[in-house]
Structures are given as structure tokens and as C-alpha cells.
């Protein structure tokens, strides 16, 4: 045996790696697929990372696990590579995420069954938004072209509104924990905003990843603001979608729930108004054609009373013209004047003639 | 008198929907007067106008909060 070889006691020797690979390989990303996908006490982690001819352990808390694995998963964990007390290699993970659509969609489906089993997706749990907000908070990054596309559109659809933005990463490791920071501060303001809003563009699987990050989701679950979330495309889900209060197909749709769009209130508007002239009219068409009517019935029982009192008139006529002396004598009759006694004069009148005579004989009858 | 009173010209637009709409109900009420029906529509119309005026004008005030979410406080 040479004695110029370095000679450690075991924990020596187990510090001096550590050392070396801390200072060779301080953070590692390695690519495998999960097995052995443990959970000891509801605290540590633990599962293997292997491929066709390697295999490696791999340990994280409970707290830092921030997806859903299952075995058969492919994952990129980013970790610490560390030669534990015990002589065992393995790596201390940071930060893990699926690899590859299958693994993606595995790490979603069985997120999204964990968080629907906790009743966070459940309709009832759904605020509404207030219709017309005055003050609202917005996570977004601030260079991107879906946080342009959403100040663009609420400016041309409304007014007035103040709007708080706090400028995160919304893609990539860091980016769900900038989001639950920005979330914890606009909860904590002393005066809410009345929505918080989160916007973010279209991208593939792996750039809406950060979306679908459990501690986020629990994170906008339990926001005392409303939230309201539009990310990625129309066909994208995200779990931070299901677990908002309003989810919004984009960041344009989000701008469009957010606002009323003023020119359609303008217009309203001029519409309720223009309607009340109709009204107005129509009532005025209604009290013509009512005065209208009264005055007609007031003429007609008017004609009523003139035509009764002419019949009556019509009658009083006949009956006085009946009266009349000239009639009589027309029909044939004549008058007697004078005293009727043997020897006296008497003055008989017919229709045309006056006829003096002498009373030559009177009988009773 | 102006038909849109000093009132209405210190109130927000959501008020002046809220007064809009209550004229509306004003016409459809058993209190519809025709005497009194000229001036509600008249006070409608400005109201409108008001309501066009107001939105036109509104800008939103967008601000970049200062804190910084990269780290932990």
C-alpha cells in the first residue's frame, strides 16, 4: 500500500465528496423515468430515476413536492447530488417537472383528480365578479403579448378603472412562486382589489406548465379576492383555470368578462331613452283617442236629448193644429153665432163663407 | 332648467344608469303622469347624453406595482 494515498476516516471521506461535488456539480438536471414513488409519513419523499442502464435515488420533502407523480413517469428533477451518512448516492431535488406529453398529461390528470376529490373545482365554491369593477389587481409579466392584448382591449371597452399589475414570470421553475407571492400581496392590501386577475398568452404544454403547479392553484383557491384567470388558448385548461372563480379562454376573453364594453352601454343608453319618446307619444295617441271618444259620446247623447225633444215638438204640433178652428171648419163643420130664438139674427161661418140667417123654428133634440 | 340637474353632473355613470332606469320604470308605473311625461322623457335624454359623455372621457390608470416577487421578503 502506498503512503502518499490521502487517507479519511468514513465521515471525512463523506464530507470531502460532498465538497467535491458540491463544487463540481453544485445543481444537476437529470432526466428519468420514476419508480419506486414513495411518500414516508406524510414528510419525505422519495422514488428512483432510472433508464435503460442507470438508476439513481432521488429525495425531497413534502413541501417542495408540487406535482403529482406516479411511477412509469418521465421527470427532470433539478437536485443537489449529495453522498448521504448511510454511504447512499442520491439526489436532493429543488425542482421536478413531467417530461414529454404523456408524463404532462399523467402529472395533470392526477393533480386535477386530487384537487376535484378536495371539492376546489366544485361550482359552489364560484364568486361572482362585481359587474362593473373600480379597482382590480393583475399578475401578468409585463412583456407579454397577452398582458398587451388585455390592457388593450379593457382601455377600449372601459373607463375609470384602476388597475394594480404585479410583473412576474409566468413561464419556467420560478414562475409559480412569483404568482403565489403576488397573490399573498394583493390579499394582504388593506383595501382589496375587487378581482384579481391573471393573464397569460398562448404557449405549448410545458410553457402553460407553471398553471398547473399545485401550490399555485391552492394558492389562487384560497385568494379572498375573486379571480378571474385567462390563460393560454381557447382549447387550453390549465388547473388554475378550474380552480377560479371565472375562467376566461384568453387574456382578450379575460378583458371582455373584466369590463362592460362602454359603446354597448352608450348605445343601451341612447335606446332606453329613445324608447321613453315612443311611450310618450303613445300616450299622447292614447289620451287623443280617449278624449277623442268622450267628446263623440257627449254629441251623441246631445243628439239623443235634440232628437227626443223634436219628436216631443213634432207631437205638441199635430195636437195644436188638430186645435185649430180653421181645421174644423175645413172638414166641413161651421160656427153659430148669435142667440138662437124664433125671429133672431144669427151669423153662421163656413171655411169660405159668412152666412147671415133668421131663426125660423128651434126644437130640442 | 338644464334637464340634467347639478346632481346627475356629480354622480358616477352607475348611478346615472341607476337614474335611467328608474325613469324607465317611472313610464311603465301606475304613477305615469302625461302632464308630468315631457320632462322625464327630457331628463332621459340628457341623461343619455350625460352617460355618453362620462364613458368617452373615463381613462383607466394602469400601474406596475413596485415590489419585486423574484424572492421571498
Redesign the interface.
Known amino acids: 500500500m502506498e503512503n502518499n494515498q490521502l487517507q479519511f476516516s468514513v465521515s471525512e471521506f463523506v464530507a470531502i465528496t460532498n465538497q467535491t461535488l458540491e463544487y463540481a456539480y453544485p445543481t444537476v438536471s437529470v432526466i428519468g423515468e420514476v419508480t419506486e414513488f414513495r411518500i414516508s409519513q406524510g414528510k419525505w419523499v422519495s422514488f428512483k430515476l432510472k433508464d435503460a442502464e442507470a438508476v439513481v435515488g432521488c429525495f425531497l420533502t413534502t413541501y417542495q413536492l408540487r406535482m403529482s407523480v406516479e411511477d412509469g413517469m418521465k421527470l427532470m428533477v433539478v437536485a443537489n447530488p449529495r453522498l448521504n451518512n448511510k454511504g447512499f448516492f442520491s439526489l436532493n431535488v429543488r425542482a421536478m417537472k413531467p417530461v414529454g406529453e404523456g408524463s404532462i398529461k399523467k402529472g395533470f390528470e392526477l393533480l386535477k383528480a386530487k384537487l376535484e376529490a378536495e371539492g376546489l373545482f366544485a361550482p359552489e365554491r364560484k364568486r361572482k365578479l362585481p359587474r362593473?369593477p373600480k379597482h382590480v389587481a393583475v399578475i401578468a409579466s409585463?412583456e407579454s403579448a397577452g398582458y398587451v392584448d388585455f390592457?388593450k382591449i379593457?382601455?377600449e371597452r372601459?373607463?375609470?378603472?384602476?388597475?394594480?399589475?404585479?410583473?412576474?414570470?409566468v413561464q419556467g421553475v420560478?414562475a409559480p412562486d412569483?404568482?403565489i407571492?403576488?397573490i399573498r400581496?394583493f390579499n394582504s392590501l388593506e383595501v382589496l382589489p375587487e378581482v384579481l386577475v391573471i393573464v397569460r398568452g398562448g404557449g405549448s404544454a410545458e410553457d402553460l406548465m407553471a398553471f398547473n403547479d399545485e401550490p399555485l392553484a391552492r394558492a389562487i383557491a384560497e385568494s379572498r379576492i375573486p379571480t378571474l384567470v385567462g390563460v393560454g388558448h381557447e382549447i387550453d385548461t390549465t388547473l388554475a383555470d378550474m380552480v377560479s372563480d371565472v375562467r376566461a379562454a384568453t387574456p382578450t376573453n379575460a378583458a371582455e368578462i373584466l369590463v362592460p364594453d362602454?359603446n354597448e352601454?352608450?348605445r343601451a343608453?341612447?335606446q332606453?331613452?329613445?324608447?321613453?319618446?315612443h311611450?310618450?307619444v303613445q300616450?299622447?295617441d292614447e289620451?287623443s283617442a280617449r278624449t277623442r271618444e268622450q267628446l263623440n259620446a257627449a254629441f251623441r247623447r246631445i243628439e239623443e236629448k235634440l232628437n227626443e225633444h223634436s219628436d216631443r215638438l213634432s207631437a205638441l204640433k199635430l195636437a195644436t193644429a188638430q186645435l185649430n178652428p180653421e181645421n174644423i171648419l175645413r172638414r166641413g163643420y161651421a160656427f153659430l153665432r148669435g142667440e138662437v130664438a124664433v125671429g133672431e139674427t144669427i151669423e153662421i161661418e163656413t171655411v169660405n163663407t159668412i152666412v147671415k140667417a133668421e131663426v125660423k123654428h128651434v126644437s130640442s133634440k | 332648467m338644464s334637464a340634467v340637474s347639478k346632481k346627475t353632473e356629480d354622480t358616477s355613470?352607475?348611478q346615472q344608469?341607476a337614474e335611467?332606469s328608474d325613469?324607465?320604470a317611472w313610464?311603465q308605473s301606475p304613477e305615469?303622469k302625461?302632464e308630468d311625461?315631457?320632462d322625464?322623457?327630457k331628463q332621459?335624454?340628457a341623461?343619455?347624453e350625460h352617460?355618453?359623455k362620462d364613458?368617452?372621457?373615463?381613462?383607466?390608470?394602469?400601474?406596475?406595482?413596485k415590489?419585486k416577487?423574484?424572492t421571498?421578503d
Not at chain 1, 372601459?158 to 414570470?169: F, R
Open positions: 362593473v409585463t390592457c379593457i382601455n372601459w373607463g375609470g378603472l384602476s388597475v394594480d399589475v404585479a410583473h412576474t414570470q420560478p412569483q404568482m407571492r403576488a400581496y362602454r352601454i352608450i343608453a341612447h332606453r331613452a329613445g324608447a321613453l319618446g311611450q310618450l300616450a299622447i289620451y | 355613470v352607475q344608469l335611467l325613469l324607465v313610464f305615469f302625461l311625461a315631457f322625464k322623457f332621459a335624454e341623461l343619455a352617460i355618453e364613458l368617452t372621457k373615463l381613462k383607466n390608470d394602469i400601474k406596475v406595482v415590489k416577487f423574484d421571498e
